[in-house]
């Protein structure tokens, strides 16, 4: 019997730790089980983790080099695409040139596409599928915490005694914590779960109040809530002192806005008896955390909407101690891991901005030609800068914008427009590879080797179990062999990925002086066997593990230059596009519960494709009479980008005037479907994260 190789789930961001079983290599027979050694999971696995064993199949895999269809090898392959990146960054410079990534990379192959394009190449337009999924909790935590700081652990959900949903499916979305908060609920059931989100989701299932709030609504709520914290006393005038700058403005916001709690009640959409009973269980209970997701982040006002969130948490002290604290969790599972190397537009390197020092600090330590001294394009700017020609050189990687960007025919027209795509993926026929002038076979999960920090900053292993079929290779192999061909030889000419591991663990830690009970350089020194032997473990790590408080900002210190968080006044409400028809019902976009991202994984797995075989539109009972439609029906979803083709699925529980489909579906798998096709590319403009929530639509029988 074969060895079991402990490696990472490829889902979402809460991160599973997966045991393998290869029984047989060549056949690519595997056995799944979870990692009961694992923190995240503790040997739980949720279905699409289950399934993985029919998803390493190699059908459907890209296998070898293409340029045009015109199979090559990869010498031949990387020169072309060294030449042509070459050739404009020449003819145009660095800012015709875009990379486009994706939380499915893992850590070093972020590493080195950023170091290569914002150090070597002197662009900062590379941008990650993040940006559709996290972009305003990061946002949100730098201006409140001075970082891209996640303050909670997962075990804290375990240990509050109220837990505070938002905009969050946990019970799809990161099925996982969602089976631990149910069996912590189980256990104590005195513990309270509110589930704030327009839906009736199957996480309402455990929930002992449901807010079926407005759509936007979100920070008049959570205004509220403040507003009703400073009422009810709750405020730790000692923590707000000693750790945390402008609470007086954030509060003076909050009475502004969501003084009268009638008026906030009606003008969320929820009942005045509903939503006393929040604030009081909210005020009264200290062991409060506040989990939120997508339907906090993609907004036009997510940032504020994040800052609504923490600034309850900061006015009350209720941060950085065991079973409290605000929680962003994140969707893929190289959550944190791209956020730490700079896998954003915004962000420079390990956790750093463009300020000066830092540019400099980068620009020493990668010994730089190049280094960018601002931030480039974000995801939506940089498909519009491909469409308008300004960036005649795009690479995407591990993702499929064609289909998951908001206006996503525009954004296919665009990429079909660009002069020269190059995209590196594991599966031939997507939406996008389609367009790519160059397709480079890379290695899928099952061949891949690296880092991934979860949701709740724990870095797990992806280690390899079975061989890379064809010619594929990890993609930080492939970003540095055109690095090489670009005269950057000697800072790309890594042997293996641990090598790029302790880089980025040795630049975290180059002359960062601020905070010294942190050893940001432990990891920068271990050695091959050691990382191939990485336990997983939360980062950063502790200076010395006997001190090791349990919490970060235990201590009430921040990452800001005098160490005190940041309350912000919030002052914004509502959604980018307001319905100029009355009779335009509000699309709200998600996952489905055994699907990921755009299929080109779970499809594989028909189990996987049982629970919901093909796309749908839930609708209300009422919305649905009103149009003449029946269950099953088919119906055309139209708004001002284009229409989609999806089956009626009538929901009692589905809040009139708002409907729900599923991200997932493309050409490939129906017709018609690609439901972001339909969302315009309205952006928060301070994290720069599209809205995906709340578009205004037209339904009618097909
Ligand atoms: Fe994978 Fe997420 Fe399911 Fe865990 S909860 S098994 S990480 S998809």
Same mark, same amino acid.
């Given at each position: 019997?074969?060895?079991?190789?402990?490696?990472?789930?490829?889902?979402?961001?809460?991160?599973?730790?997966?045991?393998?079983?290869?029984?047989?290599?060549?056949?690519?027979?595997?056995?799944?089980?979870?990692?009961?050694?694992?923190?995240?999971?503790?040997?739980?696995?949720?279905?699409?983790?289950?399934?993985?064993?029919? !998803?390493?199949?190699?059908?459907?895999?890209?296998?070898?080099?293409?340029?045009?269809?015109?199979?090559?090898?990869?010498?031949?392959?990387?020169?072309?695409?060294?030449?042509?990146?070459?050739?404009?960054?020449?003819?145009?410079?660095?800012?015709?040139?875009?990379?486009?990534?994706?939380?499915?990379?893992?850590?070093?192959?972020?590493?080195?596409?950023?170091?290569?394009?914002?150090?070597?190449?002197? =662009?900062?337009?590379?941008?990650?599928?993040?940006?559709?999924?996290?972009?305003?909790?990061?946002?949100?935590?730098?201006?409140?915490?001075?970082?891209?700081?996640?303050?909670?652990?997962?075990?804290?959900?375990?240990?509050?005694? &109220?837990?505070?949903?938002?905009?969050?499916?946990?019970?799809?979305?990161?099925?996982?914590?969602?089976?631990?908060?149910?069996?912590?609920?189980?256990?104590?059931?005195?513990?309270?779960?509110?589930?704030?989100?327009?839906?009736?989701?199957?996480?309402?299932?455990?929930?002992?109040?449901?807010?079926?709030?407005?759509?936007?609504?979100?920070?008049?709520?959570?205004?509220?809530? *403040?507003?009703?914290?400073? &009422?009810?006393?709750?405020?730790?005038?000692?923590?707000?002192?000693?750790?945390?700058?402008?609470?007086?403005?954030?509060?003076?916001?909050?009475?502004?806005?969501?003084?009268?709690?009638?008026?906030?009640?009606?003008?969320?959409?929820?009942?005045?008896?509903?939503?006393?009973?929040?604030?009081?269980?909210?005020?009264?209970?200290?062991?409060?955390?506040?989990?939120?997701?997508?339907?906090?982040? %993609?907004? =036009?006002?997510?940032?504020?909407?994040?800052?609504?969130?923490?600034?309850?948490?900061?006015?009350?002290?209720?941060?950085?101690?065991?079973?409290?604290?605000?929680?962003?969790?994140?969707? %893929?599972?190289?959550?944190?891991?791209?956020?730490?190397?700079?896998?954003?537009?915004?962000? *420079?390197?390990?956790?750093?901005?463009?300020?000066?020092?830092?540019?400099?600090?980068?620009?020493?330590?990668?010994?730089?030609?190049?280094?960018?001294?601002?931030?480039?394009?974000?995801?939506?700017?940089?498909? %519009?800068?491909?469409?308008?020609?300004?960036?005649?050189?795009?690479?995407?990687?591990?993702?499929?914008?064609?289909?998951?960007?908001?206006?996503?025919?525009?954004?296919?027209?665009?990429?079909?427009?660009?002069? !020269?795509?190059?995209?590196?993926?594991?599966?031939?026929?997507?939406?996008?590879?389609?367009?790519?002038?160059?397709?480079?076979?890379? =290695?899928?999960?099952?061949?891949?080797?690296?880092?991934?920090?979860?949701?709740?900053?724990?870095?797990?292993?992806?280690?390899?179990?079975?061989?890379?079929?064809?010619?594929?290779?990890?993609?930080?192999?492939?970003?540095?062999?055109?690095?090489?061909?670009?005269?950057?030889?000697?800072?790309?000419?890594?042997?293996?990925?641990?090598?790029?591991?302790?880089?980025?663990?040795?630049?975290?830690?180059?002359?960062?002086?601020?905070?010294?009970?942190?050893?940001?350089?432990?990891?920068?020194?271990?050695?091959?066997?050691?990382?191939?032997? *990485?336990?997983?473990?939360?980062?950063?790590?502790?200076?010395?593990?006997?001190?090791?408080?349990?919490?970060?900002?235990?201590?009430?210190?921040?990452? !800001?230059?005098?160490?005190?968080?940041?309350?912000?006044?919030?002052?914004?409400?509502?959604?980018?596009?307001?319905?100029?028809?009355?009779?335009?019902?509000?699309?709200?976009?998600?996952?489905?519960?055994?699907?990921?991202?755009?299929?080109?994984?779970?499809?594989?797995?028909?189990?996987?494709?049982?629970?919901?075989?093909?796309?749908?539109? =839930?609708?209300?009972?009422?919305?649905?009479?009103?149009?003449?439609?029946?269950?099953?029906?088919?119906?055309?979803?139209?708004?001002?980008?284009?229409?989609?083709?999806?089956?009626?699925?009538?929901?009692?529980?589905?809040?009139?005037?708002?409907?729900?489909?599923?991200?997932?579906?493309?050409?490939?798998?129906?017709?018609?479907?690609?439901?972001?096709?339909?969302?315009?590319?309205?952006?928060?403009?301070?994290?720069?994260?599209?809205?995906?929530?709340?578009?205004?639509?037209?339904?009618?029988?097909?």
């Amino acid at each position: 019997m074969s060895a079991v190789v402990s490696t990472a789930c490829p889902y979402c961001g809460v991160g599973c730790g997966v045991n393998v079983r290869v029984q047989d290599a060549d056949e690519r027979v595997i056995q799944i089980s979870g990692d009961s050694g694992h923190p995240a999971n503790r040997g739980r696995l949720c279905g699409k983790g289950l399934a993985l064993a029919d !998803t390493v199949t190699l059908e459907g895999r890209l296998l070898r080099p293409l340029i045009g269809e015109r199979e090559t090898d990869w010498s031949t392959a990387l020169d072309e695409v060294a030449s042509r990146l070459q050739q404009v960054l020449d003819e145009h410079g660095p800012e015709a040139i875009g990379f486009y990534l994706s939380g499915q990379m893992l850590t070093e192959d972020y590493y080195v596409a950023n170091k290569l394009c914002k150090g070597f190449i002197g =662009t900062a337009n590379v941008d990650t599928n993040s940006r559709l999924c996290m972009a305003s909790s990061v946002a949100g935590h730098k201006k409140a915490f001075g970082s891209d700081t996640v303050p909670v652990r997962y075990e804290d959900l375990e240990s509050a005694d &109220l837990v505070v949903l938002v905009g969050s499916n946990l019970a799809w979305c990161h099925p996982v914590l969602y089976q631990r908060l149910r069996e912590a609920k189980a256990q104590r059931p005195d513990m309270r779960i509110v589930v704030i989100d327009p839906r009736v989701t199957d996480t309402v299932d455990i929930a002992d109040l449901h807010l079926a709030i407005a759509p936007g609504s979100d920070t008049l709520l959570f205004n509220g809530a *403040l507003h009703q914290l400073r &009422l009810h006393a709750q405020a730790d005038y000692v923590f707000l002192e000693q750790h945390v700058d402008g609470f007086s403005e954030a509060l003076n916001a909050a009475e502004r806005m969501a003084a009268d709690p009638v008026a906030v009640a009606q003008a969320c959409g929820v009942s005045v008896d509903a939503l006393a009973r929040f604030y009081q269980w909210f005020c009264y209970t200290e062991k409060t955390v506040t989990v939120y997701s997508q339907g906090v982040n %993609q907004s =036009t006002i997510g940032t504020e909407k994040v800052l609504s969130i923490i600034n309850c948490h900061l006015f009350t002290g209720r941060i950085g101690k065991p079973g409290m604290g605000p929680f962003s969790v994140t969707g %893929q599972p190289n959550a944190m891991g791209g956020r730490e190397v700079g896998g954003l537009a915004n962000q *420079l390197a390990a956790h750093m901005d463009f300020d000066a020092d830092s540019v400099d600090r980068v620009a020493r330590f990668w010994k730089a030609p190049n280094i960018v001294s601002k931030p480039g394009l974000k995801a939506v700017d940089l498909f %519009q800068a491909v469409a308008d020609g300004r960036i005649k050189f795009l690479w995407i990687i591990a993702t499929n914008p064609a289909v998951s960007m908001p206006e996503a025919a525009r954004v296919a027209e665009a990429i079909a427009s660009c002069p !020269t795509v190059v995209v590196s993926d594991c599966i031939k026929d997507t939406d996008t590879v389609r367009l790519a002038k160059i397709k480079l076979p890379a =290695t899928a999960w099952a061949e891949k080797s690296g880092t991934v920090t979860n949701s709740e900053r724990c870095i797990s292993r992806q280690r390899a179990f079975l061989p890379a079929p064809g010619e594929a290779k990890p993609d930080w192999w492939i970003i540095c062999e055109v690095a090489k061909r670009l005269g950057f030889a000697e800072a790309f000419s890594y042997q293996h990925e641990a090598e790029i591991f302790r880089e980025h663990a040795r630049l975290s830690a180059f002359e960062n002086f601020g905070r010294r009970d942190f050893d940001l350089g432990a990891l920068a020194v271990i050695s091959e066997l050691e990382y191939q032997q *990485l336990p997983p473990q939360r980062w950063p790590l502790r200076a010395t593990k006997a001190k090791q408080p349990k919490e970060l900002f235990e201590d009430g210190r921040f990452f !800001t230059a005098n160490g005190k968080a940041r309350m912000h006044p919030v002052v914004n409400v509502g959604c980018a596009v307001s319905a100029s028809d009355a009779q335009m019902l509000r699309l709200n976009t998600g996952r489905s519960r055994d699907q990921w991202h755009t299929m080109t994984r779970t499809a594989l797995a028909s189990r996987l494709n049982q629970y919901r075989p093909e796309p749908t539109l =839930t609708l209300s009972a009422f919305d649905a009479a009103s149009r003449g439609i029946a269950h099953g029906d088919l119906v055309q979803v139209r708004s001002v980008n284009g229409a989609a083709i999806l089956r009626a699925e009538i929901a009692e529980a589905q809040r009139p005037g708002q409907v729900f489909a599923p991200i997932h579906w493309s050409d490939t798998y129906s017709v018609n479907a690609v439901i972001s096709a339909l969302v315009t590319a309205n952006t928060d403009p301070i994290s720069g994260q599209p809205e995906l929530k709340a578009m205004p639509v037209d339904v009618q029988k097909w």
